[in-house]
């Protein structure tokens, strides 16, 4: 194995464990999803936040060689890292084009999203000066965050056209690709089909088009086919973006989060435990402590609702969730310092998933593995 990040992870007896292999056979899994009919788009993997907290870089590298062909990204500084890390592949920076960050883009080979009035000004001015930004706009058809309506995308683009910016792409984000109704998905295709129409009579057929996340590849796949590109997100990492797809695709989780026993506490019947007293004791126990708390994403909202995995058995987490330690009850079972614990993953026949962590969070899986901590260190397994 390899680790990234803390360079004392030797220190720490908490690690999350990525495995790489699980990266590639997902990337795998999401290109033939992808495909119909002859039809096979390329593959964007996204790892922006870190790669979903499981490290950019490694993930990046192991879907490129898996057959991904682009990475996204939100951030320019996001991309800086991967160009840093040797990564030629295209870079997709989502977060709408900032001039104040243009050096960024011509100085890394950074693909920019035309999203805003303020960022065409910023294009037209980088083009002007001859920098040669590739360009992907954005169409907002429905989801209401970033991009021009389908009725201003034509005059947009070719008013950027007109002053010299190198647009190469165009893309939707879906709004419910994710839902069991897929009817606003649909239309929000439908709109961006009829907007792509509309670019091409006025000589705007731009090479890249895209509006597939990782939930559409999933149930929407043969309504994408004027699409060349799609977008992975989550399920590249093994998760499913919504509980009814859960088994759409045989996904492999990526990440596994490990601890182990640091203490023994043999307690009597009626003992409090943790801050505010908030759990006591209903018979005589024992309390093991992990060092594990919400300083390292295991939130504290799970306090009284999670559970772990010792010796293939689960046990309830107890009082609340410290910054950086956790209690398990485990009644009368005789335990040792040092014993593993899994908190995500598989241990024996049993399993902890992100979905569970989110469940008792109130939350959705992608938070929970964005928030694991940087002061988790990294153990990455080779592909």
């Known amino acids: 194995m390899q680790t990234h990040g803390c360079e004392l992870g030797q220190c720490r007896r908490l690690r999350a464990i990525v495995d790489l292999a699980a990266i590639a056979e997902n990337t795998r899994s999401l290109q033939k999803a992808a495909a119909m009919d002859g039809h096979k788009p390329e593959l964007m993997a996204i790892v922006k936040a870190d790669g979903y907290g499981h490290g950019a870089i490694p993930v990046a590298k192991a879907a490129l060689a898996a057959g991904a062909t682009w990475l996204g990204v939100a951030l320019p500084t996001e991309g800086v890292v991967l160009r840093k890390a040797g990564i030629t592949a295209p870079i997709l920076v989502l977060g709408a084009f900032a001039p104040a960050c243009a050096h960024y883009y011509y100085e890394w080979q950074l693909t920019a999203t035309l999203a805003t009035l303020p960022g065409?000004?910023?294009?037209?001015?980088?083009?002007?000066?001859?920098?040669?930004?590739?360009?992907?706009?954005?169409?907002?058809?429905?989801?209401?965050?970033?991009?021009?309506?389908?009725?201003?995308?034509?005059?947009?683009?070719?008013?950027?056209?007109?002053?010299?910016?190198?647009?190469?792409?165009?893309?939707?984000?879906?709004?419910?690709?994710?839902?069991?109704?897929?009817?606003?998905?649909?239309?929000?295709l439908t709109l961006f089909r009829q907007t792509l129409h509309a670019l091409k009579g006025q000589g705007i057929d731009l090479p890249w088009r895209h509006a597939g996340n990782s939930a559409a590849i999933m149930q929407l796949a043969l309504t994408m086919e004027e699409m060349n590109l799609v977008r992975a997100g989550i399920a590249l990492y093994g998760l499913a973006p919504s509980p009814h797809l859960t088994r759409v695709l045989d996904l492999r989780p990526a990440m596994t989060l490990e601890t182990e026993v640091v203490a023994v506490r043999h307690l009597p019947q009626g003992a409090s435990v943790g801050y505010g007293a908030t759990y006591k004791t209903s018979s005589d126990t024992t309390i093991?402590?992990?060092?594990?708390?919400?300083?390292d994403g295991y939130t504290r909202r799970m306090s009284h609702r999670a559970a772990v995995l010792i010796q293939g058995r689960r046990y309830p987490v107890v009082g609340s969730i410290c910054m950086d330690q956790c209690m398990v009850d485990m009644g009368r079972q005789e335990i040792a310092i040092g014993t593993p614990v899994v908190l995500m993953g598989k241990q024996g026949d049993e399993e902890i998933t992100a979905d569970d962590w989110a469940a008792w969070s109130g939350t959705i899986n992608y938070e929970i593995v964005c928030g694991i901590s940087r002061r988790v260190p990294r153990w990455y397994t080779s592909v």
């Open 120 to 188: 065409l000004a910023g294009l037209l001015t980088a083009a002007a000066a001859g920098r040669r930004i590739p360009v992907h706009l954005k169409v907002d058809t429905g989801m209401t965050r970033l991009g021009f309506l389908p009725d201003e995308a034509v005059r947009i683009a070719m008013q950027a056209k007109q002053g010299g910016v190198y647009l190469q792409g165009v893309y939707t984000h879906l709004a419910t690709a994710d839902a069991e109704d897929t009817t606003f998905a649909l239309q929000q």
């Open 288 to 295: 093991v402590v992990l060092p594990v708390g919400y300083a």
